[in-house]
């Protein structure tokens, strides 16, 4: 599978950006999805995951009740809808792909869009 993700760019402390995750290639259903993010000096960090079906979902601690992430299987593409965005959330995200059976780690990443917080 192949990802491309888009959305990002510069935004005022508190406000709200939706990037984008469009994903190539067959069985899109089959993989679980996630964003990741990553600011400059610092590791890459995991942001918020979601399962083949949506059913099962789960988020960092530091984006908890601000980000949402939701998939639509018939479009191949993964969203994360951001909120209240801070300074802090200024990273380049990333998503990746993983086969729940197959792979123990996400091993399909997309370029990453990046997203500038201003104060």
């Known amino acids: 599978v192949q990802l491309q993700a888009s959305g990002g760019g510069l935004v005022q402390a508190g406000g709200s950006l939706r990037l984008s995750c469009a994903a190539s290639?067959?069985?899109?259903?089959?993989?679980?999805m996630a964003w990741f993010r990553q600011a400059p000096g610092k590791e890459r960090e995991f942001v918020a995951g979601?399962?083949?079906?949506?059913?099962?979902?789960y988020y960092a601690d530091s984006v908890k009740g601000r980000f949402t992430i939701s998939r639509d299987n018939v479009k191949n593409t993964v969203y994360l809808q951001m909120n209240s965005l801070k300074r802090e959330d200024t990273a380049a995200y990333l998503c990746?792909?993983?086969?729940?059976?197959?792979?123990?780690?996400?091993?399909?990443w997309g370029q990453g869009t990046q997203v500038t917080v201003s104060s």
């Open positions: 290639g067959r069985s899109f259903g089959s993989y679980a």
């Open positions: 979601i399962s083949r079906a949506g059913a099962t979902i």
């Open positions: 990746a792909a993983k086969r729940p059976v197959v792979d123990d780690e996400y091993v399909y």
